[in-house]
């Protein structure tokens, strides 16, 4: 064996691992389609890949797929936006005093023990059924993840760059945007990436509650009118969203904190 | 040296509140350190040496006494602390501008001058490099460099060679001395390392076991600049002698 094979076997296997998750892919597609035409099923209960595909086509040619994609986003987003700011500026006063922590904590635990799930009809019947109150859920959702994550992330600066600053006279402003922010960003933004996955989960709880538009929304019809191919297909569009945001999270990561290395 | 002292150490006492009456750690601190005076704080680990250069650092409040500068209310530090205390988000040559930056100097000044600085601690070439990509004597030698960039009223070091290997540290004695005399700053060095001591400093304070009080202020008279050779001679031998004895 030379030293040019030696060096080329990690790649190759590299190169599979990649064809690898595709081909898991493809296998998954063809147990399905195999179910679907072997199982006996009728398709309101398994509807085939194909059945699903057209009934993606006719949803977005139609413009509904569009429509209430649309609208789940941008609750999702402006839910994860809300949240996540009034997380940030909270955690931030929480890591900062001890005395806030004291008072707010019992909140904070207890807003965590109240499945979300449950109190959403409460936030429908106070909000109504339009995006208000799917927005206020993906805030809620969003909200205690990104918490933590900003608590941590601002406790855990070192003190000794904390001593550094102050040697040098700089103001509270400065320990702010030069130090505390650029050293909780790591931290913080994992918290944001699972803020953005929930995020998507909240609005779809919400809509499925009580809503006249959005992809839980859609999934209600389908199922109301044994139109099982759409509620795919909502499904499916709920799945590329989530991975969309969390993505676009991640990027981020990647960009700000080139300074981690790979 | 008949100018006036640049700094003036008077009556300094620290106390920690602790369950027990307080921790006593420095008691009636006093002395002057005259501008361009490279002077070294020795003692026994625990005499509360760290304590008097955060006091000095504006760090932490005296609980008496008191430490004026010549220069007003407000002088600028540079400090160097015992690991080198980089950001790691910034890069060699932003690490270096920090100090610029907080007191309002425009990025392209700041990096003018940060060049200059590079050059003169031997890192020319990783202006751009991420400090996880510097060695240990590296890193201390950018955070010797951002110690002086703003031009300081006082140099303040805190054993800053003690994490390094010993022929690193040894290079880096060297390199500060060669640096110390190009810059001709007031430097206040903590150490526990009596060759450390006598390898740069003018003078040297000896504290004793806490409380810490001035117990020895020697005058190292060596010819500079001083080399490896000598440490062989008499006179380094007596001085470390008497640095021994005073520190028990």
Redesign the interface.
Same mark, same amino acid.
């Given at each position: 064996m030379d030293i040019n094979s030696v060096k080329k076997l990690p790649r190759a296997i590299q190169e599979s691992r990649r064809w690898l998750g595709l081909a898991s892919l493809l296998l998954g597609l063809a147990a399905w389609w195999a179910a679907a035409r072997f199982g006996g099923l009728p398709s309101f209960i398994l509807p085939s890949p194909w059945q699903v595909w057209t009934r993606f086509l006719r949803a977005l040619s139609d413009g509904s797929l569009l429509v209430h994609s649309g609208v789940t986003l941008l609750e999702v987003v402006l839910g994860l936006l809300g949240g996540a700011l009034f997380a940030t500026v909270t955690g931030y006063l929480v890591a900062k005093s001890r005395t806030l922590e004291r008072v707010l904590s019992p909140y904070l635990v207890a807003s965590q023990a109240v499945p979300l799930v449950a109190i959403a009809p409460l936030l429908v019947i106070w909000f109504g059924p339009g995006m208000a109150s799917k927005v206020l859920i993906c805030a809620l959702i969003v909200f205690f993840p990104v918490l933590v994550n900003t608590v941590v992330g601002v406790r855990a600066v /070192?003190a000794? =760059?904390h001593? #550094?600053? *102050?040697? =040098? *006279?700089?103001t509270r402003m400065?320990i702010l945007l030069? #130090?505390e922010i /650029?050293?909780a =960003?790591p931290v913080f933004l994992g918290g944001l990436r699972i803020g953005a996955t929930l995020s998507v989960i909240g609005a779809v709880v919400g809509e499925l509650v009580g809503a006249d538009m959005g992809l839980g929304f859609l999934v209600n019809v389908g199922r109301g009118q044994y139109d099982t191919a759409l509620v795919f297909v909502a499904v499916f569009t709920l799945i590329v969203l989530a991975l969309v945001l969390y993505g676009l999270v991640a990027w981020a990561e990647r960009r700000l904190?080139k300074?981690?290395?790979t | 040296m008949t100018k006036t002292p640049i700094l003036t150490v008077s009556n300094l006492t620290a106390i920690f509140p602790d369950n027990n009456g307080g921790l006593h750690a420095l008691d009636r601190i006093a002395f002057e350190v005259h501008p361009r005076e490279f002077v070294c704080v020795l003692g026994p680990s625990g005499s509360g040496k760290s304590t008097l250069l955060r006091i000095l650092a504006g760090l932490l409040p005296p609980t008496a006494g008191q430490c004026a500068f010549s220069g007003g209310e407000n002088p600028r530090i540079g400090m160097v602390f015992q690991q080198a205390n980089l950001m790691p988000w910034r890069s060699v040559i932003e690490n270096l501008t920090l100090p610029l930056e907080l007191a309002g100097m425009e990025t392209d000044a700041a990096r003018v001058k940060a060049r200059e600085l590079i050059e003169l601690v031997g890192l020319g070439g990783f202006e751009e490099n991420w400090p996880r990509d510097l060695s240990g004597g590296m890193a201390q030698r950018v955070a010797i460099a951002r110690a002086l960039i703003h031009d300081p009223d006082l140099l303040l070091l805190d054993e800053p060679f003690g994490s390094l290997d010993a022929l690193t540290r040894e290079r880096m004695w060297t390199e500060l001395s060669r640096i110390w005399q190009r810059r001709q700053k007031t430097v206040l060095m903590v150490t526990h390392s009596i060759s450390e001591a006598l390898f740069l400093a003018d003078r040297v304070l000896v504290l004793t076991q806490r409380p810490g009080r001035v117990k020895l202020d020697l005058a190292v008279d060596l010819p500079r600049p001083r080399n490896d050779e000598m440490r062989y001679t008499p006179e380094f031998g007596q001085l470390a002698r008497r640095l021994k004895e005073a520190i028990g």
């Open positions: /070192p000794a =760059l001593d #550094l600053m *102050r040697s =040098l *006279r700089a400065q030069k #130090l /650029p050293a =960003l904190l300074w981690q290395g | -």
